[in-house]
């Protein structure tokens, strides 16, 4: 079951007229690039709201583990849209979908654009110790496979976009939360957001806002400090043969250590509805100890809120035996089968953005209307 909102909210009226699709329909080709069958719902939900059916398309593993894809029919000419959700086997999702772009464009598609709603590897977009930028490394796969457009929602670091040398429109889910938030919770008014770390706060900040409620944040090191720098030189200096500097005040300095406060809840939350909102919740331990930590200090119930559920691993248990009593997400990723090991789950539906992106793309008119009231820091 998966929440639908009104549409009235993801597309204002002052949008304008929309322009015939149907007269362009027999230029749009929609696939779906998935090899598994519960991963392609959001795309036949993308395709009823277009009025459209989806491209005939043959996609599937060799014995030897290798992708392969057979477009059945002919795209010559023509805009073909890709739409991709992840699977938890994220590898073979993102072959899949390049994969089938470079097809696209061997078959002389006019255009390729990817609607790849949760940009898979978006956590890794800073260099970590002796690490790499991998979602760098991911733009530039896609965009070399043939994509020559990009459609997602709520990017981890809206940066992203400037790894990519295509447009990328960076759509936003937090119309259909608030108007969840609005219609399905019951006096929100007394309802503080809560950022389980200062890093959501600027997300929290905006939803905040919007409702007219107040803001908390859990602040304090209950995270591993991730550093920029490496582990080396070591703590014992040699100078591989080189002569030692001749005074001190040649020497490199090294960085003050950060001091660990403990853990703190700024803001009031006894007696009211806390929201927890992030854009990704993955092993969800971050929302669980947040929970306790808001359940000790009198507030009740507790909501968790975000776009991508991930909800790797043991997720789902620990969300069930958790203080938690809504786990509130988007169907931008498949979880069907996490819904099963946890009751606490409601899915909000955001096809509807999705399908008014493609259209709007398709017919050349502007994408602003999508972007209502949102501003820079959103």
């Known amino acids: 079951e998966v929440w639908q909102p009104r549409q009235g909210l993801a597309t204002p009226p002052e949008g304008g007229a929309k322009t015939n ?8 080709v929609l696939f779906s690039a998935n090899s598994s069958p519960s991963c392609m719902e959001l795309a036949n939900r993308i395709a009823e709201r277009l009025g459209v059916e989806l491209g005939k398309t043959e996609v599937y593993q060799d014995s030897n583990g290798e992708t392969r894809i057979q477009i059945q029919e002919s795209v010559r000419g023509k805009d073909v849209y890709i739409i991709q959700t992840i699977s938890p086997d994220v590898n073979r999702c993102l072959m899949e979908l390049c994969v089938m772009a470079y097809g696209c464009v061997t078959a002389c598609a006019r255009s390729v654009c ?42 981890h670091q809206k940066e992203i976009q400037g790894f990519f040398n295509i447009p990328v429109d960076n759509l936003r889910a937090s119309p259909f939360l608030l108007q969840y938030i609005q219609e399905e919770i019951p006096d929100y008014h ?44 070591p703590t014992v200096r040699t100078t591989g043969g080189l002569p030692e500097l001749p005074c001190k005040r040649h020497t490199v300095p090294f960085c003050i250590p950060k001091e660990k406060h403990p853990i703190t809840v700024v803001g009031d939350v006894a007696g009211r509805i806390a929201i927890i909102v992030d854009d990704i919740i993955d092993d969800a331990v971050g929302f669980v100890a947040a929970a306790e930590m808001l359940r000790e200090r009198g507030a009740g119930p507790i909501i968790a809120m975000a776009t991508h559920a991930i909800l790797s691993a043991d997720a789902p248990r620990i969300l069930q035996e958790s203080a938690i009593s809504q786990v509130v997400v988007t169907n931008t990723i498949p979880h069907s089968s996490q819904k099963l090991q946890c009751c606490k789950i409601k899915t909000v539906d955001v096809s509807l953005i999705l399908s008014e992106a493609v259209r709007r793309i398709h017919c050349g008119e502007s994408m602003s209307c999508l972007f209502h009231n949102i501003g820079a820091d959103d």
């Open 21 to 28: 699709v149907d007269k362009l329909k027999d230029r749009l």
């Open 114 to 155: 990817g609607v790849l709603p949760y940009l898979p590897y978006s956590k890794q977009c800073k260099m970590r110790k002796r690490g790499s930028i991998v979602c760098k490394l991911i733009a530039s796969l896609m965009c070399r496979a043939g994509l020559t457009h990009l459609i997602t929602v709520d990017l």
């Open 190 to 233: 007394n309802a503080v957001i809560v950022a389980k770390s200062p890093s959501s706060a600027k997300r929290a900040q905006s939803l905040a806002e919007r409702l007219r409620v107040s803001i908390a944040v859990i602040h304090g090191d209950a995270e591993t400090d991730l550093l920029d720098g490496r582990h080396s030189p």
